[in-house]
């Protein structure tokens, strides 16, 4: 019984002494898992078109595009864009541009800041704002910034502010402005 349990020591041991040897770890071969590595992508003179159903909705212009490979990927576009949105005719609806914008692939959302400004060709509608998401799954623009909205015979400004993709609609949030209302309004 001694000597067995001698031998199961000794086997114990020996099993440890390899264990341990052959754990010891050079720091420099091992990688800092901290520091997490991102692919970059850049692209120069950016032309890029998006489709729905087969047909042509947007034309994007940009100088630079910087796709970024990460946990969550996104495309930036420091240096500004413009982009034609088009109805089922191609004829040109509206235009927007803005000096940065930030596309996050897994939500299908475009961040847009810095001297947004929209045109709206069909109603002669200007928006101007700081800064504007677009939902490409819901097919709207939002924003929940300030926002002044030029038309022909008024101007709106608000805090916040919520149009259809094509902004053939839109609803702004604590509006205020000056304007005339047609008689039969009241």
Known sequence: MFARTHKLFITA?????????????????????KDKRTALEEGKNIESYLSQSGKVKARLIAP?????????????????????????SLRKESKLDARYGKYREWENKVFLKDSVVVINFIKGDTLFCDELYWDQNQQ???TDKYVRINQKDKVIHGKGMEAAQNFSNWVVYQSYGTGTLPKDSL
């Open 13 to 33: 041991l020996l099993v440890g002494c390899f264990v341990f040897s052959a754990c010891e770890n050079d720091e420099k071969a091992i990688p800092n898992f």
């Open 140 to 142: 709207k623009f939002y």
């Open 64 to 88: 630079l595009m910087l796709r970024y490979q990460a946990d969550s990927p996104y495309i930036e576009f420091p240096k500004t864009l413009h982009v034609d949105f088009y109805d089922d």
